[in-house]
């Protein structure tokens, strides 16, 4: 370990222990893997020295290699910070091309590896994908595991588990994603506190090359003290470790076009592309500009056909040109829309026509994708994640796209033989698993392609709907936009009738109601930063609900949803105040781990999001019921403080702050929204 002499790792024949400094020391017994119908080797393996390789991320890779089967190779592949306690590894196989990865059970049949947690009497589950209805949102669940989960041998899909003596910490985790209870992997507990982290299905299909094959990424490590102290370091190695690309984690203030798209179709009764031209975008992106947004993007219906992703001349007469120029005058950046699909029309439907997806060797119809040309879903698991890829990378260097929202990709469905998820001697469920459990992992090698060679490109998933691939990996490249207009109509099945305006979202109009739903989520915040969780507030006027809607996007979701040329100069002026002063602290605000006082929604709800290295940031209140709150900080703070009416700071002897917050307005039937103070915002460290 020649660049991290503070780091031990031991290789021996049963498996391998890291060690962080200070750290109590974590074995994982060697991955067990079914290769032409016989397990590979667990023990007496012989390790070659390590080779060491810089990564762009400031991370070292070390790899060892050792014979496990008769011509197969395996790798451990770590990257390992030196400023963190968290370790990313995976295994990689080399092979004869002959060599075939069997099932011979008709299951998966691969043992990532086995720790024991008997000295830890505290062991968690933390979900990331489970589903809640309500809100119309993936959210964050950490779940107690017990002693009788160990003895009756129950399997815990996580992706992290977690365990501590209240003195001692350590996680183990995987990076896939799939919504909770669908595992792919799952950790299988026994007797004895021992835990063993296994392929569930689709990890492989009967007959896949052993040769070039990689596993899911893995994160493990351990700190000095408590479930939080853990939860904070696995937090900062995802913000500045996990992805190579750090562009994606930056908290960028994110505009986004297709509210003002939907009031057009629902409240103005014409269709969803009406003001998708250059002459609306520009008035849009002037406003945006005075508001303080950094990247503007335009939602569908931008392009001519989806696939070939050419821009719509009749639209935008100049290729977006005007448009980049625009952006570029304001010191803004060009997002677009996309999805997975391909034009019947388009070039690259006809160069990939065996890559649409496709069930029982029938292809799914196409589709018409937002009032342009219909369209046939595409395979990302096959050689068409190149040309998506490729796609991509020419916008950027043509268009000047920075920013690219992937929509509508759905995990479930494909089965054709003709892809990289199965051959026709597979049967059609395997096919479907290994689909599934590829998408994700492949949605992630694209944007990895994509920024070798566009470093200042982010890419953002849509996962606004459940079935989508949510979890670690897509993380490890990217970013998600978790929440656009919240729950339907029909998911409180409301009839028809009492819709407004046949707007079938609920959570549209301005008011308190909607940063509710939106900031319930915020859950996530204690394991992985919540600016990788894009998510749209209202920007329209009224200063209580314009304070309300900046005091929630600084938590780290940082949109902003349309339509901007209905906002007032004051209203304008009012974004441009609070967004400038988050700019200066924002940084600050993504790192710090969060604390957090009250529920969601209730009489009082405050954020602390104040870095603990700097004392910058900012503390947040909101309220539902009017009238004079107190509450002092729980980490230091710089001196220096801005914050909006009503509230008055005073410095402690500690370095802590005393916050008094008054609430001003009656709630009650009948009462404007905007006439009630809902929040207040006080920064820290300000410039």
């Not at 985790?173 to 507990?189: I, M, R």
Request: contains cysteine.
């Amino acid at each position: 370990m020649q660049h991290h002499p503070e780091i031990a790792l031991d290789i021996h024949a049963n498996g391998w222990t890291y060690q962080g400094a200070n750290q109590a020391p974590i074995t994982l017994t060697w991955p067990v893997f079914e290769i032409d119908g016989s397990s590979t080797a667990s023990t007496g393996l012989q390790w070659s020295e390590p080779a060491e390789i810089p990564l762009t991320n400031g991370c070292v890779e070390i790899r060892r290699t050792s014979r496990i089967a008769e011509g197969v190779d395996l790798a451990l592949v770590l990257r390992i910070a030196p400023d963190s306690p968290i370790v990313r590894f995976r295994y990689e196989l080399s092979a004869r091309p002959e060599t075939k990865l069997t099932r011979s059970q008709g299951t998966d049949a691969i043992t990532y590896g086995r720790l024991s947690l008997a000295d830890y009497p505290s062991v968690t589950e933390v979900r990331l994908s489970e589903w809640v209805a309500v809100h119309h949102s993936y959210e964050l669940n950490e779940v107690p595991v017990t002693e009788r989960d160990f003895e009756n041998r129950q399997q815990i899909m996580g992706p992290i588990l977690a365990a501590s003596t209240g003195a001692q910490s350590l996680a183990l985790a995987y990076e896939h994603g799939s919504t909770w209870p669908d595992a792919f992997l799952a950790f299988d507990l026994a007797p004895n506190r021992q835990v063993a982290l296994k392929a569930v299905h689709g990890n492989t299909f009967n007959g896949q090359s052993a040769d070039h094959f990689a596993t899911v990424w893995f994160l493990l490590g351990s700190v000095q003290g408590t479930l939080d102290d853990l939860s904070s370091a696995f937090r900062q190695f995802l913000l500045t470790r996990q992805a190579l690309n750090q562009e994606s984690r930056k908290p960028y203030i994110f505009y986004n076009t297709w509210n003002q798209q939907e009031r057009t179709k629902h409240w103005e009764k014409k269709t969803y592309l009406t003001k998708m031209d250059q002459a609306h975008m520009l008035e849009e992106i002037d406003i945006a500009h005075r508001m303080g947004i950094d990247v503007f993007v335009l939602d569908t219906g931008w392009f001519r056909r989806t696939g070939d992703w050419q821009v719509n001349l009749d639209r935008f007469p100049d290729s977006l040109k005007s448009i980049k120029a625009a952006l570029d005058r304001n010191g803004m950046k060009l997002g677009l829309w996309f999805d997975n699909s391909a034009g019947i029309e388009s070039d690259v439907l006809k160069k990939h026509l065996e890559c649409r997806c496709s069930t029982d060797d029938k292809a799914w119809e196409p589709t018409v994708i937002w009032e342009t040309e219909p369209a046939h879903r595409m395979c990302l698991v096959s050689r068409y994640w190149e040309a998506f890829a490729d796609e991509c990378i020419r916008l950027h260097r043509e268009v000047g796209v920075c920013y690219f929202k992937w929509d509508a990709i759905d995990q479930y469905g494909c089965t054709d033989p003709n892809h990289f998820h199965g051959t026709s001697s597979n049967i059609r469920q395997e096919r479907a698993d290994s689909f599934a459990f590829q998408l994700p992992l492949y949605m992630a090698k694209i944007v990895e392609k994509i920024s070798r060679v566009c470093p200042e490109v982010i890419v953002d998933f849509d996962v606004t709907e459940k079935k989508r691939a949510f979890g670690l990996a897509f993380l490890g490249a990217g970013k998600f936009f978790l929440i656009n207009n919240g729950p339907y109509c029909w998911s409180y099945n409301l009839p028809t009738a009492v819709w407004p305006n046949d707007f079938s979202n609920l959570f549209v109009h301005p008011g308190p109601a909607r940063t509710w739903i939106c900031r319930q989520p915020l859950t996530f915040d204690k394991w992985v930063p919540m600016n990788l969780f894009l998510t749209h507030y209202l920007p329209d006027d009224g200063v209580n609900n314009q304070i309300n809607a900046v005091a929630s996007l600084i938590l780290g979701q940082n949109g902003i949803w349309g339509d901007l040329p209905r906002l007032k100069p004051e209203g304008v002026a009012t974004f441009y105040t609070l967004l400038e002063k988050y700019k200066s602290v924002r940084d600050d605000i993504a790192a710090a781990p969060p604390v957090r006082k009250g529920l969601i929604g209730g009489a009082l709800e405050i954020h602390e999001k104040i870095n603990p290295a700097t004392g910058r940031g900012a503390v947040v209140l909101f309220a539902t019921n009017p009238g004079t709150y107190e509450y002092v900080t729980e980490r230091p703070l710089n001196a220096s403080h801005w914050e909006t009416p009503g509230v008055t700071v005073s410095l402690l002897p500690d370095g802590c702050a005393k916050l008094v917050a008054t609430f001003t307005g009656s709630h009650g039937w009948g009462v404007n929204p905007n006439d009630v103070e809902w929040a207040k915002i006080v920064y820290f460290g300000v410039q």
